[in-house]
């Protein structure tokens, strides 16, 4: 085991060295002081929106005359969460809603109102209110030329094609001889065959399976391991009645009928109160287990078979239902919900309507909540807010229930929902194929590239919707092969990754489980789409929604790629969101150099709440040795983006980030935006504006799974990956403390049991670098520029290298002339340009010049870009972006809300 180490220095020469840059840098005061003057007049995100995603909806949407996206935009608004409420709502062109064309409904169960028609352009007034209560105030939205004229037909219609016969849910009865005889042969079908016939001689687990056997260390620990064996238990019924009646539907051999009835049967006899309760998986996988049962066997059951499932699934199902509404529509997200559970309530209530009166409103809630939520962690950009780990367990949901409204609807949600369409350059960008993940949201330490479940998912969504870049991004899985054999581990059920097969370099998908059944059921004589010419894609891409930026230096070939990873979110830190706003990842060769720290053990453990999680953990700044809260309160945005031919660039701010009223956290902090700009194709510059309203510590956090060596003297380090090196430099206006450790400060501990997928006990090992830099003089407010340099092996000798400055005190790295304003009390700039001047770069300057050329902006403030392309200059500017959510939001500053919602 390796020891800590710990390097405590204090560096006089940074103080002259910042001097030199800061004061070369401000012979464009002038403009700054504008830029100032006219930022001033933007928002205060940290007074005016305390929030963005609220963890529970706070206000009504849509509302303050914003236009809506829809020709029928569904209404949403705040619940009354103290009783088991319902609802009224009325809307109308006329705002005294004394018109005959009036439109209202009654006495809802939940949140959400869906018109399921077009309206007629033009303005529109609604209010809400609880049923036979007085009313909201009056709210209103516009319907423009731009509405998307597409939407979803009413529940009636989905009620009404619902058949009588069965079976209905795994497939159509009117479908099964065709199905069968298409699938004779398939190699998904036989795969599901050879597992099913795996399991005919195990027998159903009884219910005490599902209790611990183990005892934890604390009451967290006892009721993790409780959970755990009430999964294990309810995971393997699913498992086996799930393959017997699929392969039942493959083949019609009656043994796996028999079987099934067997495992269906034995869970209707459980406890639906007992150890099965005690996980929402579990309940939710012996629900669907006994409705899989009830529909695919339906004709063959007596009626005490039927009475008997009936009964059990109508109290795990109902008390989803009434558990979920007033509750899951107001809330921001609710993991396992949206992930498998969601999915597994919608095929019941379908598999039991007609049979269980209450099912009517069980489909009805599912159908509404859908159209109204999904995707839940998306937004139009098509990121996943909880990273590229636990997007696998919503793969399946995010396909298979739009196949469900489209087969009884006929109305097609993939196509009609711009998230799909923008999702795969999403996974393109922040997981490429033989890549490890950018490194933002629970569990992304476990995998090392994607795998089958995301060449099924990406073959699957190009198929469907024709989509080019996921037909582009499932191919380069392929070609990408196995990848990596380290070995995975299991979450959730889903593996990180197909084990490395040796004798066969390419993934294929029948070697995924993932959309096995999806696959044979709907993709048979689908073929994948042609797709993108990779060259074709820019080098960075930002998801603004989930708050994600990715640049690369080669974004179609892996193995040369440098890939610098940003975050910072509206939706804060939540769920399987981490307490990561303004932190950044760097990764070469799809390998990590400097990377998110520790592991996930469990939601509630102490490594994972005080480091995994916390912000110490992860590559951004502690102020007085405090992180970001864990809140939804704690958000950050992006707030530029600019991308060109050699230059990428992005800033987020995370001023909000450190405070929350609901955790009574609140450190002082009052600004933090930081900079990336990534000169391609190797140097990166982080620049950081830091301000208190108390003198403050600063501590710059970086982590490596590669040693770290500090060289103080001349304030850079350097990490050695075997496969690319890099030397960094960072600068402030002061003298720095270097701090150097190879533990966690609070150890990760197996004590759960986890295994790898060989059933080996997984070992928590000390095998992480991290490092801190912090002031030796508190301060209010602060600066850091640290300078990246990533070169190939070798090329970074085990020696002191100095910064070179030119006689106008200027860094220079190679072509490249750098600038940065490091005096606090100056306004903040970063600038960089060649020293040819055909690419020039400024982060807030009023123009950008190149010889005689001078390229003056339109947007005060923004960042800006010149380069001299083919002959011709290229300029380009990025003002400050506003989270879409926000124009949502009430605001009391009439001027502001005017500026926001009106202009």
């Known amino acids: 085991m390796m020891m800590t180490k710990y390097i405590l220095i204090s560096n006089r020469k940074s103080q002259l060295t910042f001097c030199r840059i800061g004061i070369t840098i401000f012979l464009i005061g002038a403009a700054m002081a504008s830029f100032a003057q006219e930022n001033n ?42 009783g088991k409420n319902t609802y009224d709502v009325r809307l109308s062109m006329d705002s005294t809603f004394d018109n005959k064309d009036l439109i209202t409904a009654q006495n809802i169960p939940w949140t959400i109102f869906n018109p399921h028609r077009q309206l007629q352009y033009g303005t529109w007034y609604w209010q809400y209110g609880l049923h036979n209560g007085s009313w909201s105030g009056t709210l209103k939205f516009r319907i423009g030329d731009n509405a998307i004229k597409t939407f979803a037909p009413p529940v009636q219609k989905f009620w009404a094609a619902i058949p009588a016969g069965h079976p209905r849910v795994l497939i159509n009865r009117n479908d099964e001889k065709l199905f069968i005889k298409n699938v004779k042969g398939n190699e998904d079908a036989m795969i599901i065959l050879k597992k099913a016939d795996d399991l005919l001689g195990m027998t159903p687990p009884g219910e005490k399976e599902g209790e611990s056997k183990k005892d934890g260390n604390s009451d967290m620990e006892n009721r993790k391991l409780e959970i755990i064996a009430s999964e294990h238990a309810s995971n393997k019924i699913y498992n ?10 493959i083949s019609k051999d009656k043994k796996y009928e028999k079987k099934a009835l067997e495992w269906g049967m034995a869970v209707a006899g459980w406890n639906p109160d007992g150890v099965s309760h005690s996980s929402d998986f579990g309940d939710a996988r012996c629900m669907v287990s006994m409705a899989e049962v009830f529909d695919t066997f339906n004709d063959d059951l007596t009626p005490s078979q039927k009475a008997i499932l009936l009964k059990s699934i109508q109290v795990r199902a109902g008390r989803f239902y009434h558990e979920w509404i007033n509750n899951i529509d107001v809330k921001v997200l609710s993991n396992h919900v949206w992930q498998y559970i969601f999915h597994y309530f919608f095929q019941t209530a379908i598999a039991v309507y007609g049979d269980v009166d209450e099912a009517k409103n069980w489909v009805n809630y599912a159908y509404e909540l859908w159209l109204a939520k999904a995707p839940i962690l998306g937004g139009g950009d098509g990121g996943w807010g909880e990273g590229a780990s636990y997007f696998r367990l919503d793969m399946e949901t995010l396909l298979g229930v739009p196949m469900i409204i489209k087969e009884y609807t006929s109305f097609d949600f993939l196509k009609n929902n711009e998230w799909y369409q923008r999702n795969p350059y999403w996974m393109a960008y922040s997981f490429p194929a033989g890549s490890s993940t950018d490194g933002f949201g629970d569990d992304v330490e476990k995998i090392y590239a994607p795998g089958t479940e995301y060449l099924a998912y990406a073959d699957a969504l190009s198929k469907l919707t024709g989509n080019q870049i ?50 044979l059921r709907y993709l048979r004589n689908i073929k994948r789409p042609g797709m993108i010419d990779g060259k074709s894609l820019p080098a960075a891409e930002v998801f603004k929604g989930v708050g994600i930026a990715d640049m690369h230096s080669h974004v179609t070939d892996t193995k040369n790629d440098l890939m610098i990873s940003f975050r910072s979110s509206p939706y804060g830190a939540y769920g399987h969101l981490l307490a990561d ?188 670098w991290h490092l801190t830099a912090f002031n030796t003089r508190k301060t209010a407010k602060m600066r850091f520029l640290a300078v990246f340099m990533i070169n190939p092996p070798g090329e970074i000798l085990n020696k002191p290298v100095s910064y070179i400055f030119n006689d106008k005190n200027e860094l220079i790295i190679g072509k490249w002339i750098i600038k940065a304003e490091l005096d606090a009390e100056k306004p903040p700039l970063l600038e960089a340009h060649t020293s040819d001047h055909k690419i020039v770069f400024s982060s807030s300057a009023n123009s950008v010049s190149s010889g005689s050329k001078e390229f003056v902006g339109k947007i005060n403030g923004s960042a800006k870009l010149l380069e001299w392309l083919n002959g011709n200059y290229r300029f380009s500017e990025a003002g400050n972006m506003i989270p879409e959510a926000i124009k949502s939001i009430p605001v009391k500053d009439t001027n502001l809300k005017q500026r926001l919602h009106e202009k």
């Open 41 to 82: 007049q933007q928002p205060e995100f940290p007074k005016d929106y305390p929030v963005i995603h609220p963890q529970f909806r706070k206000w009504a949407s849509p509302a303050l005359n914003n236009e809506s996206a829809s020709v029928s935009p569904i209404l949403r608004w705040p619940a009354d969460r103290k």
């Open 581 to 768: 706003q303004n932190t950044f990842n760097i990764l070469y060769g799809g390998k990590r150099l400097f990377y998110m720290s520790g592991h996930k053990v469990a939601m509630q453990d102490p490594h994972r709440l005080g480091w995994y999680k916390a912000t110490i953990g992860h590559n951004g700044i502690l102020i007085d040795d405090k992180g970001q809260p864990f809140n939804t309160e704690a958000y950050g945005y992006i707030a530029k983006f600019l991308n060109g031919k050699n230059v990428s660039y992005v800033m987020g701010d995370a001023s909000q980030a450190y405070s929350s009223k609901a955790k009574k956290e609140q450190p002082g902090l009052t600004k933090f935006h930081r900079h990336l700009l990534f000169l391609h194709p190797n140097i990166l510059l982080v620049y950081d504006e830091l301000e208190a309203n108390h003198p403050a510590k600063w501590s710059w956090l970086i982590h490596s799974p590669f040693k770290i060596d500090v060289d103080a003297a001349n304030n850079t380090f350097r990490c050695d990956s075997g496969n690319i090196s890099a030397k960094v430099a960072l600068f402030s206006q002061q003298s720095l403390h270097w701090e150097l450790a190879d533990t966690f400060a609070i150890p990760a501990v197996n004590w759960i049991g986890r295994e790898d997928e060989d059933g080996n006990l997984i070992e928590y090992k000390n095998d992480q």
């Open 470 to 519: 996921a037909a582009w991004y499932a191919h380069q899985i392929e070609l990408a092969g196995k990848g990596d054999d380290t070995v995975g581990e299991r979450v959730n059920g889903v593996t990180s990754y197909t084990k490395k097969n040796k004798q066969a370099g390419q993934l294929k998908l029948s070697d995924a489980d993932m959309l096995r059944w999806f696959r």
């Open 240 to 249: 086996a009645v799930d393959h017997f009646c699929k392969a039942y539907l």
